[in-house]
């Protein structure tokens, strides 16, 4: 775009070196304005693109839900406690927390992206900057439900100090767990008859469908592991030059020498693979009619393994981010890169469908995060301010087309999470093509209060809050704003304000309980502390929408009161560390997770 308009209305002309990075990003040669106008002359698509899809593009919506609703519970799967894993959450407690929800009434469980991170730094821990969205975690996996294990491989006081500590002690883990797989690795190649599916022959099968993308990832893997070892980068961009190219001389001559470790890392990614669908089919098992609700991240690091092994995909010199609002008045730059809309085109999308099959071949449903990227993205130049940005259309409808038929042959739902600067006339497209809305609690307001239950839309997912924002305990008790005045994020001023605009909410959502009669009149607000019952009456105030889904929190029903992520912050606050307070053995027994679950199941009663 030449020129594009911020939330206010305020139009913002986009630099002319900001519009040459872009379109040399999409191979277009555009070192002037001559070259430019060559270049555009003979451009295969000219034209305006048009906010449509297709006639007959429409997701996946179970026959069940048509006429009924749902709820579930999203949960951060690293922050799993259990006295079984290895210092975080994995696969196996996935399997075991589905049960526990099903047994509540629920009918899916969130999490977290799940995509591959940069495995020999782990402290590289947000699963929204991920390396690479077509493969997984493998920190996911248990090591002990592999064929190979045995308890002489686990170290029982080292990992009963990893399941103790408040926090995720990444580098702690990745240790712990990659020295234990790595001496599986050889036992298992000489086992004789494992069950399905670890078998030798279903790895094979995995690893031939996985093909070239699979083994680039590998080698990605096994270079940056090598790179750190010596004291290097894990990110392509700070290796040797001679490592840049997947398919140079250097790359070749690694991989030769290191065929082995190849090997090892395309198992990992089987691992998570098989372990991820049998914590799928356990949800299933016990009764979760939709099962897992995956979430899919907008982008990719750009020093990561997708950009490394398909130059051609990325958009290089640029990054995501989002212009100046009200909010951030400078702007945000997500630090993250972003799939080319030439190269979509050029291939017919199959880079689109090839990162949603990932997630959909064991989510019931997906997240689609910054859903407006089927649209559009602001894009902005390495290095430079956001206000030097611009939005880069993408091609809607083939996305939108790719995206139904993909949900189709899954049967998995499409959550978009349409927050932020929202186009005119996206969500009436996302209406038209069954992507539902996402629709939160704190943000669905007036100026008189909160929007009654009633004016939320059918086709969306209700929810209290999400991982950026506070747990309702932490809401409720104004901590959030305190964390944002001691990181500095706000000022004295601002968190006065704050604070005292949170009174007010309070009251008006109290207001609501009582108006919507799930509340009586209890007191004066100040003096009121945040009960279990309460809690119940608010999240049975956004089950009573008449949206198709509803998504707790574990932590809102566990009472934490810290938030998963601070946004604004890198390392100054733990973000993606906190584990929960309570372990999944005895999560069901909580007051609050019992008192929000019966109210759930009244609210939204299965219906067969």
């Known amino acids: 775009m030449v020129r594009y308009h911020g939330l206010d209305g305020t139009p913002h002309e986009v630099p002319d070196e900001t519009k040459r990075v872009v379109l040399r990003a999409m191979g277009v040669a555009a070192d002037d304005d001559a070259a430019i106008s060559l270049s555009l002359e003979h451009a295969p698509h000219r034209g305006e693109t048009r906010m449509e899809a297709p006639q007959g593009t429409h997701c996946h919506l179970p026959h069940w839900l048509q006429h009924s609703r749902a709820w579930g519970i999203s949960v951060q799967v690293y922050s799993l406690r259990s006295r079984r894993n290895w210092g975080m959450g994995d696969f196996a407690d996935l399997a075991a927390f589905a049960t526990i929800a099903a047994e509540a009434g629920a009918d899916f469980v969130g999490t977290n992206p799940l995509h591959a991170p940069f495995l020999a730094t782990p402290e590289r821990r947000s699963p929204f900057s991920p390396s690479n969205r077509r493969f997984f975690n493998p920190l996911y996996i248990a090591p002990d439900a592999v064929p190979g294990f045995s308890r002489d491989l686990a170290d029982e006081a080292r990992l009963a100090e990893l399941r103790q ?140 393994s997708a950009s490394w092994s398909d130059p051609g995909l990325a958009m290089r010199g640029l990054e995501i981010g989002a212009p100046p609002d009200y909010f951030a008045v400078d702007g945000q730059n997500w630090g993250l890169a972003a799939l080319s809309p030439s190269a979509l085109v050029e291939r ?170 799930l509340l009586e009149r209890v007191g004066e607000e100040s003096e009121i502390a945040l009960t279990a019952r309460m809690v119940a009456a608010i999240h049975r105030y956004v089950a009573r929408t008449p949206s198709k889904l509803f998504v707790a929190r574990v932590e809102d029903m566990t009472a934490e009161t810290e938030p998963t992520n601070l946004p604004g912050t890198i390392d100054s606050y733990p973000n993606w560390k906190r584990k929960l307070t309570y372990a999944i053995e005895d999560i069901s027994k909580h007051e609050v997770f019992r008192a929000v679950a019966q109210g759930l199941a009244e609210e939204r009663p299965k219906q067969h």
């Open 165 to 304: 500590t408040e926090l995720v002690d990444y580098q702690a883990v990745t240790e712990t767990k990659l020295a234990a797989l790595r001496r599986i690795w050889p036992v298992w190649q000489d086992l004789a008859d494992m069950p399905e599916p670890y078998g030798q022959a279903a790895f094979a099968q995995f690893c031939a469908d996985g093909g070239e993308p699979l083994r680039l990832h590998a080698l990605f893997e096994a270079i940056s592991a090598d790179q750190v070892k010596s004291g290097g980068a894990p990110g392509w961009r700070d290796w040797p030059e001679d490592l840049h190219d997947p398919k140079g001389q250097g790359a070749r001559i690694f991989a030769a020498e290191n065929e082995d470790e190849i090997a090892f890392q395309c198992w990992l990614q089987w691992l998570a693979s098989v372990q991820l669908e049998e914590a799928s089919d356990a949800a299933k098992a016990a009764g979760l009619r939709i099962g897992l609700y995956l979430d899919i991240a907008v982008g990719e690091a750009p020093d990561g």
């Open 348 to 517: 017919s999308m199959q880079p689109f469908t090839d990162m949603l099959d990932a997630a959909m071949v064991s989510g019931g449903a997906v997240r689609i995060d910054h859903a407006m990227a089927i649209w559009q993205l602001f894009l902005l130049p390495e290095g430079e301010l956001p206000s030097s940005g611009t939005y880069v259309r993408y091609p809607i409808g083939g996305m939108a087309e790719a995206l139904a038929a993909r949900s189709n042959q899954h049967q998995s739902i499409v959550v978009g999470e349409d927050l932020g600067n929202v186009p005119e006339g996206f969500r009436e497209l996302m209406g038209a093509i069954g992507m539902l809305s996402y629709r939160i609690l704190y943000f669905e307001r007036h100026h008189h209060g909160f929007l009654p239950p009633d004016a939320y839309p059918e086709l969306a997912l209700a929810c209290l809050s999400t991982h950026d924002l506070p747990t309702i305990q932490g809401w409720w008790d104004g901590n959030d704003v305190e964390l944002r005045l001691s990181h500095d994020l706000i000022d004295q001023q601002g968190a006065a304000h704050q604070a005292g605009e949170r009174g007010n909410e309070r009251r008006q959502l109290l207001g609501a309980l009582e108006h919507a009669g």
